[in-house]
């Protein structure tokens, strides 16, 4: 996992003479030091930025730098904004304007025009402020005492969502096979992809990763069972199945980590040479970070694999998920969802099991074994990329997972059950009505805040559906936005 970081960009000007900055630049750099302790990434304090040079210069280097994933500004004092425009009209990393105060309190025995001068953020950010939206830029502006746990908790929220956009930047999809035939919504621009998100998808045979499996050793794969052994409940005797999934992780790894693709594709109607749908083999390389997406999506696989390093630690729980069946039973309306085989464990309330059944769909040959278990109760989310021709369209809706009501002993596969909000039904239509797919990435970790930054980070269309949307408003939301976007 790389390691990225923020820079921290304080502005000022010469007015004040250099005692008041050397105040600044010394609380700057005490508050970066302090705020990278709670920060998921370092907070580095780099200038306090007098001049257009000194803005020009740092933002020129912070786009260059690989490991530097956003800068985040805020003005101790008052910084004229011309000074500001030729740099952020460079700026090329995601942009977050924290409107703090070095200060808690106003002191009432000490305050005169001295302290008025030097803690004047109130003043300043509201400069700073002004030249970003005169600009349109897309920003992310966060006010609050630069101490407080809720400042910290939707600063590192965007510090991931920024983390998002780098890692879709570097985004590599392998896809073995095409679109499974006939289907509308998998489909989509590649090259629109690549311009606005980043994204490089491409195609490599079945038959090349056929002759990778038939090059993996007994000792690889014996390694890659007992890793399964210790990750997961034995719960069938088929071994045969379990080493041949094995077999099939270790190729597509292979093949993945030479091309640098941290996401992959495959379609049941292409599995020419093997013998069993990759189930268990995908599942651990999600649990890996590798995004994942059935019957060629290659949407929903790059965003399982941006939404991952999003999450918690890097890799946090999200996965591919696809909506099955409902119960609509009033009073305990829900959404069952699950794939074929394909559902990744780090949304598992237990651990997993692995087992082998009959899959009728696709070119099986042999019975594949997977991972199964239930999803974790809690608050999340569930995410669809869709290509609306000329644009990306992402849409996030807000669900609450809960302990699926009924055990299903009869069904052969990882299953998570939620609602949406604002409730099933009426969810169910903001969501058809947006063109939601059928394919998404359901989060417990990422929030919709954190993709609403990340969609505009990247310039997309964003749709959020939760506790307080209605299908009227949806409509008339949905027509606004198509009319913005031609005009775009
Ligand atoms: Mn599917």
Same mark, same amino acid.
């Given at each position: 996992m790389k390691q990225y970081e923020f820079w921290f960009v304080v502005g000022s000007q010469f007015l004040y003479g250099s005692e008041v900055l050397e105040i600044v630049e010394a609380r700057a750099r005490e508050m970066a030091a302090e705020l990278s302790k709670v920060l998921p990434y370092p907070l580095v304090y780099k200038v306090t930025a007098k001049t257009n040079k000194e803005i020009t210069d740092v933002v020129k280097e912070a786009n260059y730098r690989d490991e530097c994933a956003g800068i985040v500004t805020w003005c101790h004092t008052f910084s004229p904004s011309k000074m500001w425009i030729n740099g952020l009209a460079a700026l090329q990393k995601p942009y977050c304007h924290l409107a703090t105060q070095y200060n808690k309190e106003i002191p009432n025995d000490e305050i005169d025009m001295d302290f008025m001068n030097l803690n004047q953020a109130a003043h300043g950010d509201r400069e700073h402020g002004f030249i970003a939206a005169r600009l349109r830029m897309p920003r992310k502006v966060i006010a609050g005492y630069w101490q407080d746990e809720k400042v910290h908790k939707r600063l590192s929220d965007w510090m991931k969502a920024a983390v998002g956009v780098a890692v879709s930047k570097q985004m590599k999809v392998m896809r073995f096979g095409d679109n499974m035939r006939e289907v509308a919504v998998t489909e989509g621009d590649k090259v629109e992809v690549q311009t606005k998100l980043g994204w490089q998808v491409n195609t490599w045979a079945v038959g090349d990763l056929v002759k990778e499996m038939n090059k993996v050793t007994e000792a690889e794969v014996d390694a890659l069972v007992a890793e399964y052994e210790a990750s997961y409940v034995m719960a069938t005797d088929n071994l045969y199945a379990i080493r041949y999934q094995a077999k099939e992780e270790i190729a597509m790894k292979k093949m993945l980590d030479r091309e640098g693709c941290r996401a992959f594709t495959n379609t049941f109607q292409d599995l020419y040479g093997m013998e069993q749908l990759p189930g268990l083999a995908s599942q651990h390389l999600m649990a890996q970070g590798y995004g994942y997406g059935g019957e060629g999506d290659w949407k929903v696989s790059a965003m399982t694999a941006i939404l991952k390093a999003m999450g918690e630690g890097g890799n946090g729980a999200s996965g591919f998920m696809e909506d099955y069946t409902y119960h609509l039973v009033e009073g305990q309306e829900y959404s069952l969802g699950a794939h074929m085989l394909e559902v990744c464990?780090?949304? !598992? !309330?237990d651990k997993p099991r692995i087992e082998t059944h009959h899959l009728g769909i696709g070119m099986n040959e042999k019975d594949p074994a997977r991972l199964v278990f239930e999803g974790k109760a809690g608050k999340g989310i569930v995410v669809s990329l869709v290509d609306m021709g000329g644009r990306l369209r992402l849409i996030v809706q807000d669900i609450e997972a809960v302990k699926p009501i009924m055990p299903m002993p009869n069904l052969p596969v990882a299953r998570v059950m939620w609602r949406a909000l604002p409730d099933l039904t009426t969810g169910v239509e903001c969501w058809i009505i947006a063109g939601g797919a059928h394919h998404t990435v359901l989060s417990y970790d990422v929030t919709a805040e954190q993709m609403r930054d990340w969609a505009r980070m990247m310039d997309i269309e964003f749709v959020h559906i939760g506790a307080d949307t209605t299908p009227e408003k949806l409509e008339e939301e949905l027509l606004v936005k198509d009319l913005v976007w031609k005009l775009k």
């Open positions: 464990p780090s949304l !598992a !309330a």
